[in-house]
């Protein structure tokens, strides 16, 4: 079973699926780069980006096929969004407050990341967040270590009606309705900065594409599980022979382990 697209002769790239992105900011573009890379990489049809000039800049240098619109465009229809990634919630402007809370309101599947956490209470539509251990410690309102992340993930998923990917080693993915599954990575390579925003950029592509024929429930959970493999598959394959990686790097294998994927 898989969720990745593959296009045919009826497809076009809005068929393809269309992600909505609001991610990076002026502290940490990074991560719009490799959120949007990732969805690239991943077999998406259409990406767009809301975000500061600096950041699209930064994105078009590496992917001029993305398409930007300034922070106060109306949203314009997308098939899934993905939210927060390199941004810090402390920082945020009421431009931006506007525009998660309207695509979190919007209905359409939301994936939910970093500094976009602190709002998905408003979410009206099926959505994911994909909280690290420090994340998912603040959404639980603890502040010791050590606690157990599973029972943690599964009581926020209950609590926000949304499936949780806590990321770490092992990632636990669990749905609402309490089903789990703990997924251990090909390599702890992974521990590298901006491996998470590469993997929501993975979850943004499957999640946009599979939207017109699977929106809710045990889907998104299965979506985040295939999202969260195919991220430690490409992340082994970029880690071969025990060789250092970047967050690039793991996104530039991400062609090679959907290709695997879809021969198996
Ligand atoms: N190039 C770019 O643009 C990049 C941009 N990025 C963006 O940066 C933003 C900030 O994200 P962040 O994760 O660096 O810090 P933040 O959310 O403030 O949490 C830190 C607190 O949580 C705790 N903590 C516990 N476990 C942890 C864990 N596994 N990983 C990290 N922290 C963990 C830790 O506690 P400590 O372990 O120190 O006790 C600390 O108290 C965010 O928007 C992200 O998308 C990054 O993706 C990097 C590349
Ligand atoms: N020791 C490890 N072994 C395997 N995977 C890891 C390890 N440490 C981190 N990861 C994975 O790397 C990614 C890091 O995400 P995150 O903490 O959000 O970092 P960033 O915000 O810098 O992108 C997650 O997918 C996480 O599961």
């Known amino acids: 079973m898989t969720w990745l697209r593959v296009p045919g002769a009826d497809d076009d790239k809005r068929s393809m ?45 590496r992917r001029p096929e993305t398409v930007c619109h300034a922070m106060d465009e109306t949203s314009g229809s997308v098939d899934a969004w993905l939210l927060g990634s390199g941004q810090d919630a402390r920082e945020r402007d009421p431009a931006l ?56 993930a599964a009581r926020i998923a209950a609590e926000l009606d949304a499936v949780v990917v806590a990321k770490g080693a092992p990632t636990h993915v669990v749905a609402p309705g309490g089903a789990a599954v703990s997924l251990e990575a090909r390599t702890h390579r992974l521990a590298t900065a901006g491996t998470g925003d590469v993997l929501a950029g993975v979850l943004g592509a499957l999640v946009a594409g599979s939207a017109a024929f699977a929106a809710a429930g045990d ?25 250092p990686i970047t967050a690039l790097d793991l996104a530039e294998q991400l062609p090679a382990a959907v290709a695997d994927r879809l021969s198996r």
């Open 17 to 61: 699926g269309v992600l909505g992105v609001v991610t990076g900011s002026e502290r940490y573009p990074g991560a719009a780069v490799l959120g949007v890379e990732a969805a690239w990489r991943t077999g998406i049809g259409y990406v767009r980006l809301w975000a500061p000039r600096r950041v699209q800049d930064l994105v078009l240098a």
């Open 97 to 152: 407050r506007a525009l998660l809370l309207e695509a979190l309101g919007s209905g359409a599947p939301c994936i939910v990341d970093a500094g976009a956490l602190d709002l998905v209470r408003g979410h009206a539509g099926p959505t994911v967040i994909t909280p690290h251990e420090g994340e998912l410690m603040r959404l639980l309102g603890l502040r010791q270590r050590p606690f157990d992340r599973a029972a943690g």
């Open 219 to 243: 889907s998104l959970a299965s979506m985040a599980t295939e999202a969260v493999e195919l991220h430690g598959e490409a992340a082994g394959m970029a880690a071969a022979d025990g060789r």
